[in-house]
């Protein structure tokens, strides 16, 4: 990491803007080299402290939709992935070509289209570059000398946890809030999009978030929340079908097929 400091350190003084795959104006300071360095960094360290699973089957499962969505990612970049044995409903991408999966998500991603609609959303989350824009926007604000503290390589307390958070592995609280279910819905329609064209059931993003809700015994109000309520989600979500439908439908006739079981 201490190699990352320097450049990070030059980038920084430039104003950088971009623009999402939505379309959306983005303020951008980090190279994306460095970023994908932090990814893969990152995804090492969680592979050494979290149990990985040895169920065979799950692994070819989920291996098989994530393929078939980053396919679809528009990239020539080669993904990894790891089923974590972990109860939790989750899972995670980072810069690098780097996917989480916890074996606790397939019991409420119950459905190959199902597992497709969280997978994009999570790529979706990499080819808006959040994770860059979250950083940028915590070294605007009066982070910014944890972000440094942690690339230079202190991997101690609030520095690792800015880092992690821009990662999107961590939940900050504050005014990065509302930026935040931001990217969460901007990514939810990236990846309904991806899902569509690889030839998964757009509607199933919508079972979906009706499973996260039964399974979330009262999540937190959503002003208080880096994510969207469900409901919001599944309102977003319904709007977005009139433009992801033909994206199926092309797909299946192209033979787009996948069958993961």
Not at 52 to 78: F, P
């Amino acid at each position: 990491m201490k190699r990352i400091a320097l450049p990070v350190l030059a980038a920084l003084t430039l104003t950088a803007c971009a623009t999402s795959p939505l379309g959306r104006s983005q303020f951008l300071l980090m190279p994306a080299d460095q970023m994908n360095e932090m990814g893969m960094a990152a995804y090492d360290q969680m592979k050494t402290e979290q149990k990985i699973s040895t169920n065979s089957k799950q692994k070819r499962y989920v291996q098989c939709v994530a393929d078939a969505v980053t396919a679809e990612s528009g990239s020539d970049q080669q993904w990894e992935v790891t089923l974590f044995d972990d109860p939790a409903a989750n899972a995670f991408a980072l810069p690098g070509g780097k996917i989480g999966v916890y074996t606790g998500l397939l019991k409420v991603a119950k459905t190959q289209d199902q597992l497709a609609a969280v997978l994009g959303h999570e790529v979706g989350h990499v080819l808006a570059q959040h994770s860059n824009e979250r950083m940028s926007i915590q070294y605007a604000t009066d982070t910014g000398t944890q972000l440094l503290a942690a690339l230079a390589g202190d991997s101690g307390g609030a520095a690792q946890q800015g880092l992690m958070a821009a990662l999107g592995l961590g939940t900050q609280v504050g005014v990065t809030l509302p930026f935040s279910r931001k990217h969460e819905s901007e990514a939810d329609i990236i990846g309904l999009r991806m899902m569509a064209r690889a030839g998964f059931d757009p509607r199933q993003s919508v079972e979906l978030w009706k499973n996260m809700a039964a399974a979330s015994n009262g999540s937190p109000p959503e002003l208080l929340s880096t994510h969207p309520s469900s409901g919001t989600r599944i309102e977003d979500l319904e709007a977005s079908m009139p433009d992801a439908l033909p994206l199926y439908q092309q797909a299946r006739a192209a033979g787009k097929r996948p069958n993961c079981g």
